[in-house]
């Protein structure tokens, strides 16, 4: 909900899992979320990330290290060429 000023005031903003866009309930202890942070050419953090949100469903199956390699070769941070 947002108040006049147009500020985000509700006490609890739900996560969604970056990969299957499920909603993370607040008793899930076996989600994760990770921030990856931009670098420049010399490999130095310039202050900006990306954040990804993996729920435990995905995690439990095994499948976390697939959906963060799409992930992230959707945002241009991974590619798969040699």
Wanted: glycine letters at 8%.
């Amino acid at each position: 909900m947002q108040n006049d000023e147009g500020r985000i005031v509700d006490l609890y903003l739900p996560r969604k899992c970056s990969a299957t866009n499920r909603l993370i309930p607040a008793k899930e202890h076996s989600a994760v979320q990770l921030n990856v942070g931009q670098v420049d050419e010399n490999g130095r953090y310039t202050g900006e990330f990306y954040t990804f949100a993996l729920a435990g469903f995905i995690r439990s199956r095994g499948e976390s290290d697939a959906c963060l390699n799409r992930l992230l070769h959707e945002k241009g941070l991974l590619t798969f060429s040699k």
